[in-house]
């Protein structure tokens, strides 16, 4: 399959409509490979062509980490199934009614309630944040949930991509927010002695909780505290 000529067929279609309703702005050359935040490189797309132009370009480069991390973000669910164009869409669709309908009733918390940050500030800060995370090396230790050193980091970052995760999550595991992170805990500290802890999924199958109207698997507390009053099966019996 020529994955080129489809992802251009896309890019040009959305060129001559007007999409009413939820859209999701794209790069069509990605930032990663040179491509810039000018009108002429942004593409409207629905969700579910959004969530299928990202795909493309992994096709297209496969070799590209940054792509290829975009696109797997696009696929992360709270479940264990893969999300596909019709499940990505929705989420996003109902993620933006329910943001828009949280901020009218609670204000923005930072006041940006109607306002956009300029594009250059948007370069700004991204920019930074790389370049803190870059230059900021903190040695971090990641202990076994049984206490043991697992292994001396030289960073943040070394220690996500070692664990396959973000250095968001390394981060908030060292502070203390979470107790473990992919199965270890973190410190930024040496600890000779790590007190032992049990993960709460340890012995724990592989779905907490079954809706009795719909039957639909989950787990977490989330799953039986939203989603049972809210079954739509339920509404309708």
């Known amino acids: ?38 009108t002429t490189n942004i593409a409207v797309l629905t969700p579910e062509e959004h969530f299928l132009a990202h795909q493309l370009l992994v096709k297209i480069y496969p070799n590209s980490p940054p792509l ?4 797997v973000i696009m696929t992360t669910h709270h479940t264990e199934h893969r999300a596909n164009n019709k499940l990505f ?14 901020l009218k009733e609670n204000g923005h918390p930072k006041g940006f309630l109607g306002k956009n940050h300029k594009l ?14 870059t230059e900021k090396r903190i040695p971090i230790y990641a202990y076994n949930l049984d206490g043991t050193l ?7 970052i070394e220690c996500a991509e070692d664990l396959k995760t973000n250095a968001s999550n390394v981060k908030y595991t060292a502070e203390g927010k979470f107790t473990h992170c992919k199965g270890k805990q973190i ?50 019996l």
């Open 187 to 236: 410190r930024y500290d040496y600890v000779e002695h790590m007190p032992p802890r049990t993960s709460r999924l340890a012995g724990v199958k592989k779905y907490d909780y079954v809706c009795p109207h719909c039957n639909k698997e989950g787990r977490g507390p989330a799953m039986k505290r939203f989603h049972f009053d809210k079954c739509k099966m339920k509404q309708i």
């Open 120 to 133: 250059e500030d948007i370069d700004r800060i991204t920019v930074g944040i790389k370049q803190y995370a």
């Open 1 to 38: 399959m020529n994955y080129l000529k489809h992802y251009n067929m896309l890019m040009e279609r959305s060129r001559y409509r007007v999409l009413e309703g939820y859209v999701e702005k794209h790069h069509i050359v990605p930032r990663c490979l040179g491509g810039t935040n000018d």
């Open 150 to 156: 697992y292994k001396k980091y030289e960073s943040m």
């Open 68 to 71: 290829v991390n975009a696109a």
């Open 89 to 102: 869409g929705w989420l996003r669709r109902r993620a933006s009614t329910y943001r828009k309908e949280w």
